[in-house]
């Protein structure tokens, strides 16, 4: 499309940032997985690199689309995340996908012993709490390591939740050469569901700066940081 979707903006706020707004309902730092190198830079915000395999690839890895990313994770009353940008770039790192962001930031996780991380795709403008929600109460309240929803039957696996627990396991498909986020997720306990039909324009994916005009001015300023704070949203990993 020529430009960075992580940073098209939206009422004056780049969809990176809003993104990381949104799941800052769910995780007390949002931290950005900007692809292969740092570079959103955002002084609010500390960054994550994409997860590199550590063994040289034997085969080419599968066509994936790169799309803007964001990880939230959580330990409790406050967490840590990721937010990131898959834009694609030159040479090997460019091809690994967005399993590479949720890799590298689900590591970062394990390894601050927070409980998991919630993830969801810069470019799902009209991305918002309610939609995220019943994902995290699927695996901190049950018995599943990941849950994410499908849409008209398609999956949405950039609208995720997954346990730190799954941390080895997502390592060692990405090691293995998937770099389709489904496929890596078959290894894990797994709940999917068909989002339902009030929450499914949360999901609305913008590939074009024209895709963000028909997002009314009213329904953008009924996300405002003010109304996100007044939400009963849970801190993920939290008790009740």
Same mark, same amino acid.
């Given at each position: 499309?020529? !430009?960075?979707? !992580? ?9 990176? %940032?809003?993104?990381?707004? +949104? ?30 395999? @550590?063994?040289?690839? +034997? ?10 990313? +964001? ?10 995340? !990721?937010?990131?940008?898959? $834009? $694609? ?24 012993? @927070?409980?998991?991380?919630?993830? =969801? ?25 990941? %849950? ?17 627990? $799954? ?5 060692? !498909? ?20 068909? +989002?339902?039909?009030?929450?499914? @324009? ?27 704070? =007044?939400?009963? @949203?849970?801190?993920?990993?939290? =008790?009740?």
């Amino acid at each position: 499309m020529g !430009a960075d979707k !992580a940073r098209l903006l939206m009422e004056g706020e780049a969809l990176y %940032a809003r993104t990381a707004r +949104v799941l800052s309902a769910f995780a007390g730092e949002v931290v950005l997985a900007s692809g292969p190198a740092r570079r959103l830079l955002d002084p609010r915000y500390a960054e994550v690199e994409d997860a590199a395999p @550590h063994l040289a690839e +034997v085969a080419p890895p599968q066509a994936t689309r790169r799309t803007a990313g +964001v990880a939230a994770s959580g330990d409790g009353a406050s967490g840590d995340g !990721a937010a990131g940008d898959g $834009a $694609a770039g030159d040479g090997a790192s460019a091809r690994l996908g967005p399993l590479a962001s949720l890799v590298g930031a689900i590591e970062r996780a394990a390894s601050l012993g @927070h409980v998991g991380i919630v993830a =969801a795709a810069c470019d799902l403008a009209r991305l918002s709490p309610e939609v995220i929600a019943p994902l995290v109460e699927r695996v901190t309240r049950g018995k599943a390591e990941c %849950a994410y929803w499908t849409r008209d039957g398609r999956a949405e696996p950039l609208c995720v939740v997954v346990s730190a627990a $799954a941390s080895q396991r997502l390592r060692g !498909a990405f090691e293995a050469g998937v770099r389709r986020p489904v496929e890596a997720f078959a290894a894990l306990r797994v709940e999917v569901a068909e +989002v339902p039909a009030e929450l499914a @324009h949360f999901l609305t994916n913008v590939n074009t700066p024209e895709d963000l005009s028909p997002l009314s001015s009213a329904y953008v300023s009924s996300l405002s940081a003010t109304d996100l704070v =007044a939400q009963d @949203h849970v801190p993920y990993g939290s =008790a009740r």
